[in-house]
């Protein structure tokens, strides 16, 4: 276990980061369980993948900094990965989902653009 | 309290959220009902996945679960690229 050496405040101030983004990532779990339709549910992951990864690994990149003396950016990497990522995935899916949906004359399949 | 039993149980308690956030992701894979709910728990999955390991290097202390997520990542999201590509024309590579 490291962080033996961080003042306390710094130590709240990581965990506080940590716990509200796993809040929002649950967040988006539980919207994945409870919503009705699959294109009310393609939403919720969102949560998670935006807000709950950034916060996460502000979180991570300020306890790294604070341990090593030094800013320490490496999972900023992370986090640009995933915002490029995340919207070509969840887009393709959701037009995959239309595109079956309409072949197969489901009713509330969303309109041909 | 001292800064390491606040980074412990405070880290411990996001962990325990990532890993339920999981277990309800992994609930709508095997639930469906239809195939693009699969592949959104499956994406769901691996993210949160990814966030637990990074999380799991933050209590740790080492860099070496930097990499471990860097990869999940990316592989996810071939993955999930590939599986939706297969639902949209019933091929990978055309």
Request: charged share 0%.
């Given at each position: 276990m490291s962080g033996a050496e961080l003042p306390l405040w710094a130590a709240w101030l990581v965990v506080a980061l940590a716990v509200v983004g796993a809040a929002f990532a649950l967040t988006g779990a539980l919207g994945l369980i409870r919503l009705r339709t699959f294109y009310e549910r393609v939403h919720a992951p969102t949560l998670g993948a935006t807000l709950g990864m950034a916060l996460i690994l502000i979180s991570s990149m300020l306890l790294l900094s604070l341990i090593e003396g030094r800013l320490v950016l490496r999972d900023a990497l992370i986090g640009v990965f995933l915002t490029v990522s995340t919207p070509v995935t969840l887009l393709l899916l959701a037009r995959a989902a239309a595109h079956r949906d309409r072949h197969e004359g489901t009713p509330g399949a969303p309109p041909e653009v | 309290m001292s800064a390491t039993t606040v980074l412990d149980w405070g880290l411990g308690l996001a962990q325990g959220m990532l890993v339920l956030a999981m277990a309800l992701a992994a609930w709508r894979m095997l639930r469906g009902p239809r195939a693009q709910d699969r592949i959104l728990g499956l994406d769901t999955l691996y993210l949160n996945g990814m966030l637990a390991i990074v999380v799991h290097g933050m209590r740790t202390?080492?860099?070496?679960?930097f990499e471990a997520a860097l990869i999940l990542g990316m592989i996810g999201f071939t993955a999930t690229v590939a599986l939706a590509k297969f639902l949209m024309q019933g091929e990978v590579i055309q």
């Open positions: - | 202390g080492s860099g070496l679960y």
